[in-house]
């Protein structure tokens, strides 16, 4: 995650005109590195609070349909610790965290660090295939759309947009399966039969990526093409471009070369504050799909409720939304000159 | 026009690539290997906690257990009564504390002789370590010592008498594998290193956390190796996309269906439906009086709820025949102890005289009687003022719950009782019962095959001794109730023993605590065209899945001579990797296509920017 900020730092622009560049710069990259960091703070605190404020007891709901003696449950609620003040599993929950410790799970008697580690590439896999593609096809569709204002193309493709980004994923990704007819697999991220093998075995996470992907993108790509298609037809009563027609230039060349690249800025910060929020969005696909990601971490945490688990699953959710936030910030004033200047 | 040129040539070479890519799987898989192990593949819709038979508490953890590790006696397939497992025979002494097990000659998967030892140490460790209690501490409880006087003989002495003795829920463990294991919460003890070896029928030899346990057969089996090679539990989080893998012949056996998608399954080609007898029974708490283990009123229960009379109006105005026909969907059966009938030998069912037969004119007549007139309202007053008006606690998210509300409440409405639906999340319905602030409550228990632990928590001993830590279920404290539960707890004689615990249920239903409304089935279904049989337990209209056992498992026959063929079904059928390549073909083509106009379109541009 501090990877990702340093790796923004270092994507200044070289600018030799810009005399303030340097300090500028960096107290800006500080000013809102700390504003991350505080906000991160909060996440803690809130999590903490929050799922503690849920009604009812872990150790009973854990227990629950199964022979137990008032002993067992005592000694469960010692193990778990409980049953010590409030304030002490805070500043306990807090040590922990500073060592990188984000405690045991309750359920699953395992490190929450490795299991969320342990969960995170699977939906970096998926969030970053249907991200990639999203892209891709919402902004070609979105140019698209613009450019031919008020065409059957632009309003079929406008509905059906708007019709795939209100669905239900859940409901998407069951109908998906269903209209399938078992061409793809039910659950998972690989086939307990495939033989061994990098090629054989790339192909089964291939197989059974197709279906969550698809659910995936075909719920997020709306939003790229229509906040594409919004940007481009502001810029397209611009003066320079009637000045780039004008000037003889075919029409596409006028939309590729001149149009498109300022109509991106919003459209790329949208894409990495919406980053954060797809990963936390994934909860639903990849229950549906037993994809074994964060999402259908979290969904597991919470029917626990595995309160360890909980607060690593937030943390690391609302995490990714904070980082990506300072990104788009970050990438925002790299890319538009104006904000840079101001 | 040369840079034109050349850009075609890198097309064609990319298109060409990804054709070549796409068709791949087609050219890659070959035909299915001959001799395919045959593999039972189980779908699971609930979370894998442990595989560490220790800490397994979840339903689908506890029965991959039982077949990893035999216990010492088990409840047979035929009519759940205990049968010989590891012991071969068992003595209780003529005062029923001491308890002697002879054990067979048996090995355990690696090789190693299993031994009375193996069994010691279990039950030792479970002792002696509150960690090691977990998923089945209650087993040991009356244990004083248990020792192994030699590898063929166990001996354990209780401090008072336990009928469960015959049906210890207990795996045995390999001492070898599990006396260097100090921290039995720890998760190396959920590894294949450690639960890998073991004296079941199939033994775990994979596991992906929460995602898959694999199972080979165990050629050092006594009872003899199984039919069915490898036996694979996959999780499934969404029962839906579950039954779709039934359908497409990607899992082969699947439990915990709803009515409506059993129903869907019902008749489908090569499918066969399990409709078995459930081992919960649903039930609607009524609060006598919530009090603690010093006799302490607790919670804030209507009082008029404490006149048995109002309860026995209350049973008598609800009808379970209509619950299982409108919101169970068929799938149940009627009610009478809490014992279900599944375990027919200590399942009470009340006669004709006791029976709480539906009458709403009869509930009235009788709240009339018992000075309860109705107000100008309609709604009864108690003699001391108060109106008959309760609430109803019930899981918010549960459909039956939500249902069942409905009806009780039309059904008391027409007694002159009010009704508040007050339906919340588990963890708050849990909070309020558990506390003794509920009037009416909605709740319901699995049971065991053997009925002390659900009898127990009927008794005053675990009366709560803290306010919210209460192992009772419904507040009940009876002495004539208590009397009848010790003498059965203390019998060894089956026969005897079944008729305490009868006359116990009997005592209970006579006193409404609670109304058991119905036993819910178990529905569940199966791949018949690829097992032609699969052992249920009670092998008459009993379940496959979450048994006390593990017949089915060790019991299953593949189907025929297509048995290898199916073991292939894993992976894809050919068929669909030529569709998946063609499709990708088509697409390449079309990008290509597009691609190539616009190419056209933008050629010239090209050439003079």
């Known amino acids: 995650m501090t990877e990702a900020v340093s790796t923004a730092t270092g994507a200044e622009l070289p600018d030799p005109d810009e005399r303030r560049g340097g300090t500028g710069t960096l107290r800006f990259l500080a000013g809102k590195i700390g504003a991350g960091l505080v906000s991160l703070l909060l996440v803690v605190v809130l999590g903490f609070l929050l799922f503690r404020m849920i ?174 298609r919004s940007s481009l037809l502001e810029e397209m009563n611009a003066d320079y471009l009637t000045t780039a027609r004008a000037k003889g230039l075919r029409d596409d060349l006028v939309r590729r070369r001149h149009a498109v690249p300022n109509a991106l800025l919003p459209t790329v910060t949208l894409v990495f504050l919406q980053f954060g929020l797809v990963v936390s969005g994934t909860v639903t696909v990849e229950a549906v799909f037993s994809w074994p990601g964060l999402g259908l971490l979290t969904f597991e945490a919470l029917r626990g409720p595995d309160l360890p688990l909980l607060q690593g699953v937030f943390l690391i959710l609302a995490g990714s939304v904070v980082v990506m936030n300072l990104f788009a910030e970050v990438l925002y004033r790299v890319l538009d000159p104006r904000v840079r200047a101001s | ?275 078995a007898v459930g081992r919960r029974y649903d039930e609607l708490l009524i609060n006598p009086g919530a009090q603690n283990f010093d006799r302490q009123p607790i919670g804030d229960g209507h009082p008029a709820l404490k006149d048995v009379r109002v309860r026995k109006a209350i049973a008598r105005a609800i009808d379970p025949a209509t619950i299982i026909d409108k919101v169970l969907g068929g799938y149940g059966e009627a009610p009478g102890g809490i014992v279900p009938p599944m375990f027919k030998t200590y399942h009470y069912a009340p006669g004709p005289a006791e029976k709480y037969t539906f009458d709403l004119a009869a509930a009235n007549a009788a709240l009339d009687q018992a000075g309860y007139p109705k107000g100008p309202d309609g709604i009864r007053v108690a003699p001391d003022g108060r109106k008959l008006e309760f609430r109803f606690t019930g899981h918010a ?21 009010k009704i508040t639906e007050v339906l919340v999340s588990d963890n708050e319905v849990d909070e309020s019962t558990s506390a003794g602030n509920y009037d009416l409550a909605l709740s319901g228990w699995g049971t065991n095959p053997d009925p002390d632990y659900i009898l127990a928590k009927q008794t005053c001993s675990v009366l709560p001794a803290t306010a919210g830590s209460t192992s009772s279920n419904a507040f009940f404290c009876d002495a004539e109730y208590d009397r009848l539960y010790a003498l059965q707890a203390a019998e060894p004689d089956i026969a005897k023993r079944a008729e305490y615990a009868k006359q116990a249920q009997a005592r209970y239903y006579d006193q409404v605590p609670s109304v058991v409304l119905d036993y819910k089935s178990a529905l569940e279904a199966y791949r018949s065209d690829k097992f032609s049989e699969l052992t249920r337990q009670p092998v008459s209209g009993g379940a496959l899945m979450e048994q006390s056992g593990y017949w089915s498992f060790y019991g299953a026959v593949p189907a025929g001579e297509d048995a290898a063929a199916a073991g292939d079904s894993g992976g894809l059928p050919t068929v669909a990797w030529i569709a998946i390549g063609a499709g990708a073909v088509i697409l390449v083509v079309l990008i290509g296509v597009v691609v190539s106009r616009r190419g056209k379109s933008a050629g010239s541009a090209d050439d003079k920017e």
């Open chain 1, 55 to 228: 009604p009812g007891d872990p150790v009973t709901t854990m227990t629950r349909d199964r022979p137990t003696s008032p002993q067992q449950l005592a000694e469960l609620r010692a193990r778990l610790g409980v049953d010590k003040p409030m304030l002490q599993q805070f500043f306990d929950y807090f040590g922990g965290l500073l060592r990188g410790d984000l405690g045991t799970s309750y359920i699953y008697n395992r490190p929450v660090a490795a299991m969320i580690g342990e969960r995170v590439w699977p939906t970096v896999l998926l969030v970053g295939t249907a991200t990639v593609l999203a892209v891709v096809l919402g902004l070609w569709l979105g140019v698209r759309a613009a450019w031919k204002r008020g065409s059957a193309f632009d309003k079929v493709q406008t509905g059906v947009a708007l019709t795939l980004w209100s669905v239900p994923q859940f409901w998407l990704g069951l109908m998906l399966l269903i209209a399938t007819q078992g061409l793809f697999p039910s659950r998972g991220m690989t086939s307990p039969d495939t033989p061994p093998g990098f090629f054989t075995e790339a192909l089964d996470v291939a197989h059974h990526l197709t279906l969550p992907c698809l659910t995936l993108l075909a719920v997020i790509y709306a939003q790229y093409m229509l906040v594409m």
């Open chain 2, 397 to 417: 998210t549960r459909d039956y719950d939500q249902r069942v509300v409905k009806y009780v409440a039309g059904w008391l409405g027409e007694i002159g009782i």
């Open chain 2, 1 to 275: 026009m040369r840079a034109v040129r050349s850009t075609w040539r890198r097309r064609a070479a990319a298109l060409g690539a990804t054709a070549l890519v796409a068709a791949a799987p087609v050219l890659a898989i070959g035909p299915a290997q001959a001799q395919q192990p045959t593999v039972l593949r189980v779908a699971l819709v609930q979370s894998i906690d442990h595989l560490n038979p220790f800490t397994a508490s979840f339903a689908s953890t506890a029965m991959i257990g039982r077949i990893s590790w035999e216990f010492l006696t088990l409840p047979s397939a035929e009519d759940n009564l205990p049968t010989p497992g590891l012991a071969e025979t068992w003595t209780p002494s003529p005062d029923g504390l001491t308890w002697t097990f002879k054990i067979r000659e048996a090995k355990w998967s690696d090789g190693t002789p299993l031994t009375a030892k193996d069994a010691a140490f279990t039950f030792n460790r479970m002792m002696s370590d509150p960690a090691a209690r977990e998923a089945n501490g209650t087993f040991v409880e009356q244990f004083q010592t248990v020792t192994a006087t030699d590898d063929r003989t166990l001996t354990v002495t209780l401090k008072k008498p336990q009928a469960s003795m015959t049906a210890l829920d207990v795996p045995i463990v390999p001492e070898h594998i599990w006396s260097g294991v100090t921290d039995m919460a720890s998760p190396e003890t959920d590894t294949v290193a450690k639960v890998g070896v073991g004296s079941g029928p199939f033994t775990i030899t994979e596991y992906q956390t929460n995602q898959l346990v694999r199972m080979k057969a165990n050629p050092n089996y006594w009872r003899g190796a199984p039919k069915v090679d490898e036996l694979q539990f996959v999780k499934f989080d969404n029962a839906d996309a579950a039954v779709n893998a039934l359908k497409n012949g990607e899992v082969d056996l699947i439990n915990r269906l709803t009515s409506t998608q059993f129903d869907a399954l019902n008749g489908q080609p090569g499918i066969t439906t399990n409709k």
